[in-house]
C-alpha cells in the first residue's frame, strides 16, 4: 500500500486553473497505476482521469478532456492534476488514488484525504 496526501486544491473562478499534487510515500510507487476521481456534494465518486504506471498512458472522464491533464513523477513519487478551464460543475473534493489503471473507484486500493476545489461563476 500507499499512503496518498492530496494538496493544491482551493477556490477559483470558472474559466481558472488549478494543480492538484499528490504526494506518496513507499517506494513501490512506481508499481501502481494512479487515478483523480471527485465527489461532489450528495454525489457518487466519480472518475476524472487516470494514468498508467509509467505514464505512458492516460485516460481521461469526458467530461474533463481536453481541459485536465493526469502526469506522474515517480522519482519523486508525485502525480499531478493540471486543471484548466474550470466549470462550476467541476466543483468537487477531488481524490488521489493508487490502483488499477481504470475508470472504477473499486479497483483502488489506497486514496488520499482529499482537497476542496470549489469554481465559482
Not at 15 to 31: I, M, V, W
Not at 73 to 89: F, G
Request: net charge positive; hydrophobic share 35%; glycine share 12%.
Amino acid at each position: 500500500q500507499v499512503q496518498l496526501v492530496e494538496s493544491g486544491g482551493g477556490l477559483v473562478q470558472a474559466g481558472g486553473s488549478l494543480r492538484l499534487s499528490c504526494a506518496a510515500s513507499g517506494r513501490t510507487f512506481s508499481r501502481y497505476a494512479m487515478g483523480w476521481f471527485r465527489q461532489a456534494p450528495g454525489k457518487e465518486r466519480e472518475f476524472v482521469a487516470t494514468i498508467m504506471l509509467s505514464g505512458g498512458n492516460t485516460h481521461y472522464a469526458d467530461s474533463v478532456k481536453g481541459r485536465f491533464t493526469i502526469s506522474r513523477d515517480n522519482a519523486n513519487n508525485m502525480v499531478y492534476l493540471q486543471m484548466n478551464s474550470l466549470k462550476p460543475e467541476d466543483t468537487a473534493v477531488y481524490y488521489c488514488a493508487a490502483g488499477r489503471f481504470s475508470t472504477y473507484p473499486s479497483l483502488y486500493d489506497d486514496w488520499g484525504q482529499g482537497t476542496q476545489v470549489t469554481v465559482s461563476s
